[in-house]
């Protein structure tokens, strides 16, 4: 072994040794600085290593809370228990009630609520409704307007056709005969048939010259304009024949002519019925009843009644007399 490391492991036992000496003097003097301090060595060492919380805790474990004592339950009597379980009793009863009265209060504030949108909803729904029906108010009258003045145009446009039709004299297939026999009479008669024709209004003369032969009723024609008697006599006859259809019927007359009056208002049909006789009057209503406008027919019947009841008593004896007994 060379110097060098014969020097370094006497220093190194050296050492050795003076750690030894001043362990056993801290081992021998820290117990009584300890002791003195009223610590022991395990509790030097648990301040150092331990944190002020857990050398807390230890020392709790160390010394255990004493334990409660227990309370002394007075011994009650049978009553007394009875009386405070039924106490006990009827407030939880109480407690319960009023829970539901609560639970029953805040329900009826709910359906008030609820009670309360809806009448709001049913207000809005009343204005929609007011609204609507003053829309349909206004539509109404618009309508009833306009359906007026239809029935015054259909009223205008039937008068109208009546005087169109009323200056076609119709003639029955009974009077057509009765009219061809007579103006085969006063075609035989030649000129003294107009001593008899003279006497007749210019309508009947129209009808009687409308079944003679052209050139002689064109002769009846010559001598009414040489009758003095009577002027302007052939004017009024020559009117009366271009007015009249011989080959009409006078059925398809009175339904035309009823059609029409079924558009007019009484008041305005009355004119009309005033040139009328009373057998074509009733022959008016007869149709009116075919065609089941009963409406009309009381109506036109009471305006009848109104402007002349004799007329219209007998109008309705020939109603009657045409209406077939049951």
């Keep these: 072994m060379n110097g060098f490391l014969r020097t370094l492991v006497i220093g190194f036992?050296?050492?050795?040794?003076?750690?030894?000496?001043a362990a056993a003097t801290a081992a021998f003097t820290v117990p009584g600085r300890l002791a003195s301090q009223g610590l022991t060595p395990n509790e030097k060492l648990r301040e150092i290593a331990l944190t002020p919380e857990e050398q807390a805790w230890l020392k709790r474990m160390k010394d255990p809370p004493k334990e409660v004592p227990s309370l002394a339950i007075p011994q009650l009597k049978t009553d007394e228990l009875l009386t405070q379980m039924a106490e006990l009793a009827n407030a939880q009863r109480a407690n319960e009630l009023v829970q539901d009265l609560r639970r029953r209060t805040e329900g009826l504030a709910e359906r008030e609520t609820e009670v309360a949108r809806r009448e709001a909803e049913l207000q809005l729904a009343r204005a929609d409704l007011a609204r609507l029906q003053r829309v349909f108010e206004g539509r109404q009258s618009s309508l009833d307007e306009q359906a007026r003045a239809l029935e015054r145009e259909k009223a205008m446009w039937a008068s109208t056709q009546v005087e169109t039709v009323r200056k076609?004299?119709?003639?029955?297939?009974g009077e057509k005969a009765r009219y061809q026999e007579q103006a085969k009479l006063f075609e035989q008669m030649k000129d003294n048939a107009w001593q008899s024709l003279r006497r007749f209004p210019p309508r009947e003369i129209a009808r009687y010259l409308a079944f003679m032969e052209g050139k002689k009723a064109a002769r009846m024609m010559v001598l009414a304009q040489q009758d003095e008697?009577?002027?302007?006599?052939?004017?009024?006859i020559h009117r009366e024949m271009m007015t009249l259809d011989p080959t009409a019927a006078s059925a398809s007359q009175i339904e035309l002519l009823t059609s029409f009056y079924l558009l007019m208002p009484p008041a305005q049909v009355l004119p009309f019925l005033r040139e009328s006789t009373d057998q074509?009057?009733?022959?008016?209503?007869?149709?009116?009843?075919?065609?089941?406008?009963?409406?009309?027919?009381?109506?036109?019947?009471?305006?009848?009644?109104?402007?002349?009841?004799?007329?219209?008593?007998?109008?309705?004896?020939?109603?009657?007399?045409?209406?077939?007994v049951p």
Excluded: C, Y
């Design 229 to 236: 008697a009577g002027p302007g006599l052939a004017v009024q």
């Design 13 to 21: 036992a050296a050492l050795g040794v003076l750690f030894l000496g």
């Design 168 to 173: 076609v004299n119709t003639i029955t297939a």
């Design 280 to 324: 074509e009057v009733a022959d008016i209503l007869h149709q009116m009843a075919q065609g089941g406008n009963l409406k009309q027919r009381a109506a036109l019947m009471e305006a009848l009644r109104i402007e002349d009841s004799r007329r219209q008593l007998a109008i309705q004896r020939l109603v009657e007399a045409r209406t077939p």
